[in-house]
């Protein structure tokens, strides 16, 4: 048999072995999905995916990350009040073959439902309708996990044994910075290639912008509502400071010319997410503390990124009468997302895009997505070639009705244990 | 002795005996200063003023508000968990005479002291300087309180005795609706006229405006900071209608004429005091709730703004692509102040006006507040003539760096007096 030939019909045996699961990768991503999992609360369902990996057969090894080991990193993740009862969770197969070994990350953890009544389907309901499956963590990322660990599984159901080790991993806290995949790393756990299952849609992601998380203090004088204009409302100051952000933001993005960038809409944005102000509805508010994410793109510094946006706060505080006597401040948050790439012409990225085109016979979309993601710490801290692939729109993700195409989710199966057999070979 | 010169001696014995008491109006003041009593937390100042009461000889009463009595006017006064531990005190002197009985007001709470850092003397030190007693409540209002107590007592040393029952009052909760003052009307003490010496700057004012407390919630819809454009930021339109609320303000300070108001620069401001918004600095936020202060002046009807402002908030809605089909919501909350104003001829106001110009030769301003006061509950539900007249700037109250000029303060003693005697008469 022709090399070809060989590749045709282990497609063939994979594609009928993904199809035969069906049922039970949706019963998967429902039981999943239906374990809240926020960051910090991770435990159940890592203990459901640990029960499912040891069901597949892998090896596993769950252990909580020892935040002694993360302080140095504290800036780029999140310790907060330690790891106890938020355990990494790894299915490890191990494999007497010369073939490349294979890190499969996905992270467990999501951000919190938000208003649930903006919700058709409950956050937690799992629900399946006209082809999606509906809740939050369907797409970012429970349903990358499911993938990984279904890809394998059919990967072997179909015969095929891979020639390197493959680690299969669930880790914590990915939303508020990464601690978990880096305490993977950091505990030794390296690969020639790593793929992170993260919603691309399917595209390639060779490339990520990196976030840096501010806060920023704006102060107001505090005086009796009705004589407000005696006062200077913080409130109002911040919108100022806003506006001007946002310019910064539009010129930003208009000096980015990087082809990956291309189809962004908006390639560095800075979002400000929460906002807390003022004291009593009838005094003058005499203080707003906003926090938000800024967006880098890779090549970025984050120090003289840093050193810019506080200089544009700078700037617009000067240009007014209450502000330039009374600065804002900004403050940098833990949980920074340093941006990372890898060579477009990685091997990684080739291998995985032959065999994307051999199941579509068209070129696979390689772009840049403008999120952070611990795609940084796998290249930037593990040294490891690393890219993103997986089923699911990010617009949906930390979004009402998150949600995922299970015909997508499926093809994420199918085409990642056809990389799995590539990337590693097979026995 | 004609009448114009038993004044003279009247007045020349008040000022004498007010001299005297300087150093322990200043210490009375200090006293209450430094124990702290924002709304909700009055009782240990409450005890105090009722020492001082005792001392002076008045009937001391104190008694809880019982908030059954309240619910029925759950709208304009704030019951929260009730009054247990707050008390009123009222401080009675009973006359034989057949004179004008007159009730003394002031509220005992306070607003919280804010940022404490913006102080020059912390809030609670009662500290003097240059002529001045800074803390919070020195100007809003212990002063007055403090004024009215030593009023009757410099009266008193100076040898005349009104010929009217007194009832000094100083009443809990008024920065929240005034529970304190209503529940002693509903208690049945009631007067031939009320004085209530909030800080004026020795005007005298007939009529203040009304106060609507609004809790304004802003929909957006959640996405990934790093697809923001997915987005809608609740924060940014909370903002558009702030600025649409700053230009209904306006509009509607362009349309009073009333001379009253002539002075103020912002007749019926609005005043955004509070906001929260948003839950995850990595998200685009999707809601806002900001709480503020609508002013409206005596003779405005508190349903009609209601929907004038609804109204507003409605149209701007309707001019934004997401708000329109996202309604904001308007809510009122309680702690609502009516506008109140009595006849400009009214007796309280001429005997008072002319004991003012008989001090310094000149007319009193009689001027307008914008700000509500508990005199709306004496006008309104106790149906008595009320003014306010008492030191200190009102532009101080609420503020860092609350003060009261002592040499106002003992004038508004001074004055305070020679208004008993002449009101209640002497004997």
Redesign the interface.
């Known amino acids: 048999m022709s090399q070809t030939e060989h590749r045709r019909v282990r497609a063939r045996a994979i594609t009928e072995s993904v199809t035969n699961l069906r049922p039970q990768i949706v019963a998967a991503l429902q039981e999943l999905v239906r374990i809240p999992s926020q960051t910090g609360d991770e435990l159940g369902a890592q203990l459901s995916i640990a029960t499912m990996m040891r069901d597949h057969g892998l090896d596993v090894e769950m252990w909580e990350p020892d935040h002694r080991l993360l302080e140095p990193h504290a800036e780029s993740v999140t310790i907060g009040n330690g790891f106890a009862d938020r355990p990494n969770v790894l299915g490890l197969l191990h494999s007497d073959g010369a073939g490349r070994s294979l890190i499969l990350n996905g992270h467990i953890d999501t951000?919190?439902p938000?208003?649930e009544r903006?919700w058709e389907h409950p956050p937690l309901s799992g629900a399946v309708k006209e082809g999606r499956l509906y809740g939050r963590g369907s797409c970012?990322m429970k349903g990358g996990l499911v993938a990984n660990l279904f890809a394998l599984h059919a990967l072997r159901q179909a015969g095929f044994i891979p020639a390197g080790d493959v680690i299969m991993q669930s880790t914590i806290s990915e939303?508020d910075g990464g601690a978990g995949a880096l305490a993977a790393i950091l505990r030794g756990y390296v690969a020639d290639g790593v793929v992170i299952s993260e919603p691309t849609g399917l595209a390639l992601v060779p490339a990520h912008?990196g976030?840096l998380?501010?806060?920023l203090h704006v102060p107001g004088?505090?005086?009796?509502?009705?004589?407000?204009?005696?006062?200077e409302?913080a409130?109002?100051k911040f919108?100022y400071l806003?506006?001007g952000l946002l310019q910064f933001e539009a010129r930003r993005n208009r000096e980015i010319t990087d082809p990956l960038y291309a189809e962004l809409?908006?390639k560095v944005?800075i979002?400000?997410?929460?906002?807390?102000?003022?004291?009593?509805?009838?005094?003058?508010?005499?203080?707003?503390v906003?926090?938000?994410?800024a967006?880098l793109i890779p090549g970025e510094n984050l120090a003289t990124f840093k050193q810019e946006f506080a200089g544009e706060i700078s700037r617009l505080a000067v240009a007014d009468p209450w502000l330039r006597n009374n600065l804002p401040r900004v403050e940098w948050?833990n949980g920074q997302f340093a941006p990372a790439a890898i060579p477009i012409d990685s091997p990684l990225v080739s291998t995985l895009s032959e065999v994307w085109t051999r199941a579509y016979g068209t070129q696979p979309k390689i772009i840049a997505?403008?999120?952070?993601a611990d795609m940084r710490h796998f290249v930037m801290t593990g040294g490891m070639p690393c890219l993103m692939f997986g089923a699911g729109d990010?617009?949906l993700?930390?979004?009402?009705n998150e949600s995922i195409p299970l015909e997508e989710l499926f093809t994420a199966v199918r085409i990642t244990a056809e990389f799995i057999a590539e990337w590693c070979g097979v026995m």
């Open positions: 951000v919190e938000g208003d903006a970012d939303e912008g976030a998380m501010f806060r004088l505090s005086a009796h509502a009705g004589a407000r204009d005696e006062g409302s409130i109002e919108a806003h506006h809409p908006n944005p979002n400000v997410g929460t906002i807390h102000g003022g004291a009593w509805a009838s005094s003058v508010p005499e203080f707003v906003a926090e938000g994410r967006g948050l997505e403008p999120y952070g990010v617009r993700a930390h979004a009402p």
